[in-house]
């Protein structure tokens, strides 16, 4: 049920500031004290013969500009990608980004380990909200597992009608009609859950099948280097011929214990005459 509690909105950590020499800088020239009084007062007569010659020049441009002219608009200024809070609600697009950044750096520590990864879907659950946005989930966790390289297991058919809707009751792993899922419409009762893992275990079987490859055992006993000295015993063959240790002794329709059946206790396999302790 990994993801069913992630519905919440996500804080982004607010971006840290710089400490780079130009910064400093910049801080530095702002606590600057003021100019001397004399400079103040060359700047300041400045201004005023320049806020004159603005006055002039806007008083004219009125002259030449009809009176019903309209103003052009002023340019809207940017908005921007980060919420003012940092907060983001469930399946906005910037929480889209925040939650798969999540998923793949949980990916990445558990194939950091060097073993197989599988993961597993969530199930539809009660509600048609609740089912629509376990589907929403899975559709990233899906992505996800695509651009790992890992596997995943889609168990959604299993709980759901043939309408895609939940289901309370359904056929278990061997076809038999029993409730699948517990009162609350979340969890899984004894047989929805070995239901669940019969999906799980067959791709891991997949998974171990891929990954050990066959092996050819000799029948036969090796032939050791031919080139033996004349009139030396010839050496130790390198392999025996093989003997399965867990070959049936019985046929398929008899059963353990019965007429005709060898004991299955009382001797060890690995040594005639060494009695199981």
């Known amino acids: 049920m990994l993801g069913l509690n992630d519905r919440i909105a996500l804080r982004e950590p607010a971006p840290e500031k710089s400490d780079t020499p130009a910064d400093k800088k910049n801080d530095k020239n702002a606590r600057k004290p003021n100019a001397k009084p004399a400079d103040a007062k060359s700047q300041s007569k400045d201004s005023a013969d320049d806020a004159a010659a603005k006055r002039e020049d806007r008083a004219a441009?009125?002259?030449?500009?009809?009176?019903?002219?309209?103003?052009?608009?002023?340019?809207?200024?940017?908005k921007s990608t980060r919420s003012p809070n940092g907060i983001y609600e469930f399946r906005d697009k910037r929480w889209v980004e925040l939650y798969s950044k999540k998923i793949d750096e949980m990916i990445a520590v558990v194939k950091s380990k060097g073993v197989p990864v599988v993961w597993v879907g969530l199930p539809a659950i009660s509600g048609e909200k609740s089912t629509s946005d376990m589907l929403f989930l899975d559709a990233l966790y899906r992505d996800a597992a695509g651009r790992a390289g890992i596997t995943y297991v889609d168990i959604w058919d299993g709980f759901v009608d043939e309408a895609g809707?939940?289901?309370?009751?359904?056929?278990?792993?061997?076809?038999?009609?029993?409730?699948?899922?517990?009162?609350?419409?979340?969890?899984?009762?004894?047989?929805?859950?070995?239901?669940?893992?019969?999906?799980?275990?067959?791709?891991?079987?997949?998974?171990?099948?891929?990954?050990?490859?066959?092996?050819?055992?000799?029948?036969?006993?090796?032939?050791?280097?031919?080139?033996?000295?004349?009139?030396?015993?010839?050496?130790?063959?390198?392999?025996?011929?093989?003997?399965?240790?867990?070959?049936?002794?019985?046929?398929?329709?008899?059963?353990?214990?019965?007429?005709?059946?060898?004991?299955?206790?009382?001797?060890?396999?690995?040594?005639?005459?060494?009695?199981?302790?």
């Open 61 to 78: 441009d009125r002259e030449l500009q009809p009176d019903d002219a309209e103003a052009p608009p002023l340019a809207s200024p940017e």
């Open 165 to 277: 809707r939940f289901q309370q009751k359904g056929p278990d792993f061997e076809g038999q009609i029993r409730p699948l899922r517990t009162d609350d419409g979340v969890y899984f009762t004894k047989p929805g859950a070995r239901k669940l893992a019969h999906y799980v275990e067959r791709e891991i079987n997949r998974l171990l099948a891929a990954r050990s490859g066959p092996v050819a055992l000799p029948t036969e006993p090796a032939t050791p280097d031919s080139n033996v000295a004349p009139g030396q015993p010839a050496p130790r063959p390198l392999a025996g011929p093989i003997v399965p240790l867990v070959a049936a002794a019985i046929n398929s329709d008899q059963l353990l214990g019965g007429p005709g059946t060898s004991p299955r206790h009382g001797r060890c396999a690995c040594r005639a005459g060494h009695d199981q302790r």
